[in-house]
């Protein structure tokens, strides 16, 4: 268990992570300064001796940021952050079974999915935005077929791509490693050799 003040740490660590081009969470092992006596007057510092309670507060902030950027420690007693760390906890346990639902939602050859025509959103990214996909769906696909740097270049001035680009490849690390990357490419391949 850790301390309100480990708690408060992670949390401005986080939320670095998410919002800063300069800071890397995992580079930096998730160490930020953060001063004790500060925290002790804040009037928010309950909410973190909430959070210290909870079995894995650090997995509780990053579902609440993948969703909400700005979110405020205060929002612990809040019923749609506990359902969004639910839905992610879910999601993060049946990855592989998400992955091949999803995937069904795309067209029936893989590229069309990817490629950019007329300067429009690709079908992945669309189906993503409306929240089709997964987030984790999105970018296990691109580890395994690597489109990003495509959609980079070809919409480098788009509105929408640059900063859902960003979200994506700052919480990539947190579940990345815990994805059995051979069973979901043999998923894919069985989707889209038909």
Same mark, same amino acid.
């Given at each position: 268990?850790? $301390?309100?003040?480990?708690?408060?740490?992670?949390?401005?660590?986080?939320?670095?992570?998410?919002?800063?081009?300069?800071?890397?969470?995992?580079?930096?092992?998730?160490?930020?300064?953060?001063?004790?006596?500060?925290?002790?007057?804040?009037?928010?510092?309950?909410?973190?001796?909430?959070?210290?309670?909870?079995?894995?507060?650090?997995?509780?902030?990053?579902?609440?940021?993948?969703?909400?950027?700005?979110?405020?420690?205060?929002?612990?007693?809040? $019923?749609?952050?506990?359902?969004?760390?639910?839905?992610?906890?879910?999601?993060?346990?049946?990855?592989?079974?998400?992955?091949?639902?999803?995937?069904?939602?795309?067209?029936?050859?893989?590229?069309?999915?990817?490629?950019?025509?007329?300067?429009?959103?690709?079908?992945?990214?669309?189906?993503?935005?409306?929240?089709?996909?997964?987030?984790?769906?999105?970018?296990?696909?691109?580890?395994?077929?690597?489109?990003?740097?495509?959609?980079?270049?070809?919409?480098?001035?788009?509105?929408?791509?640059?900063?859902?680009?960003?979200?994506?490849?700052?919480? $990539?690390?947190?579940?990345?490693?815990?994805?059995?990357?051979?069973?979901?490419?043999?998923?894919?391949?069985?989707?889209?050799?038909?």
């Amino acid at each position: 268990m850790m $301390e309100p003040f480990e708690v408060y740490q992670k949390y401005l660590a986080l939320r670095t992570h998410f919002k800063s081009d300069s800071y890397d969470y995992f580079r930096y092992h998730g160490k930020l300064k953060g001063n004790r006596d500060k925290f002790e007057t804040r009037k928010d510092k309950y909410h973190f001796y909430k959070l210290s309670k909870m079995k894995h507060p650090v997995d509780y902030m990053v579902a609440n940021m993948m969703v909400n950027p700005n979110f405020w420690s205060g929002y612990v007693n809040d $019923e749609q952050s506990h359902a969004t760390y639910n839905q992610w906890v879910k999601r993060r346990d049946s990855l592989s079974y998400i992955i091949s639902n999803e995937i069904d939602m795309m067209n029936d050859s893989y590229d069309t999915n990817v490629l950019i025509e007329d300067g429009q959103h690709p079908r992945l990214l669309v189906l993503y935005i409306r929240k089709v996909i997964s987030a984790e769906t999105i970018i296990v696909l691109n580890k395994l077929t690597k489109f990003f740097p495509y959609w980079n270049k070809v919409l480098a001035d788009d509105i929408v791509w640059p900063d859902e680009y960003k979200k994506l490849k700052k919480y $990539e690390p947190f579940f990345i490693n815990s994805v059995d990357l051979g069973r979901v490419k043999s998923i894919i391949k069985n989707r889209f050799e038909e």
